[in-house]
């Protein structure tokens, strides 16, 4: 994933996530909106994650 890619993803997944979170706040009891929230979470993380291992898998590379 390029660096270009996943500053865009983390972005967009992090415009996602607060939109959920200002309607949880707002006082919405609707199923959706926390179905999206979490999943917008978990995806966050899941990037952040990937590139974590990533860079580490590139500078292990390097060091050979």
Request: net charge positive; proline share 0%; charged share 15%.
């Amino acid at each position: 994933m390029s660096t270009k890619t996943f500053v865009l993803l983390l972005v967009v997944l992090g415009i996602n996530t607060l939109r959920y979170g200002t309607y949880l706040l707002e006082g919405s009891t609707s199923i959706y909106y926390w179905i999206m929230f979490i999943l917008n979470v978990l995806a966050v993380i899941y990037v952040l994650i990937l590139k974590l291992n990533k860079s580490k898998t590139e500078i292990n590379s390097r060091r050979i």
